[in-house]
């Protein structure tokens, strides 16, 4: 964005993704992705679930609410790369035995972008495959 007080938002949610809804995937998908691959012990598997649940539950609800006052991350009236980054991580999370089925805002939010995103659909025929097969 060009003004710089939306850029700053931009720079906020891409560099808050990272700390915190990335932070909580990764705990799941490592205690319950890599774990029999790594061969955590039954302590360090129940440690990360309970560390990714703990930070997805905030993440997620921290951003239910931000969605609630805005179309975007970031507020404003247009899509950002924020936007684009925190998706990405969002819809990835079945992946790693996650939901964000409760919290409407997120589900209106992806919506939205499924359908201002042209290559949404084709971007994410993959994962839409994978996850069906496994039924989620």
Not at 12 to 17: N, R, S
Not at 56 to 77: D, T
Request: aromatic fraction near 8%.
């Amino acid at each position: 964005p060009n003004d710089i007080k939306q850029r700053a938002r931009v720079d906020y949610w891409l560099d808050w993704h990272h700390m915190n809804l990335r932070h909580g995937s990764m705990c799941l998908i490592r205690a319950n992705l890599l774990a029999p691959i790594k061969k955590y012990s039954q302590q360090t598997i129940d440690e990360l679930r309970k560390e990714g649940d703990a930070v997805l539950k905030s993440s997620l609800s921290f951003m239910e609410e931000a969605m609630s006052k805005n179309n975007y991350i970031a507020g404003g009236n247009q899509l950002s790369i924020a936007d684009i980054a925190l998706a990405c991580e969002v819809i990835m999370l079945p992946i790693a035995d996650a939901s964000y089925k409760a919290y409407p805002n997120i589900e209106a939010w992806l919506k939205r972008l499924s359908t201002e995103i042209k290559c949404w659909y084709q971007v994410n025929a993959k994962l839409d495959q994978f996850l069906a097969s496994k039924g989620k």
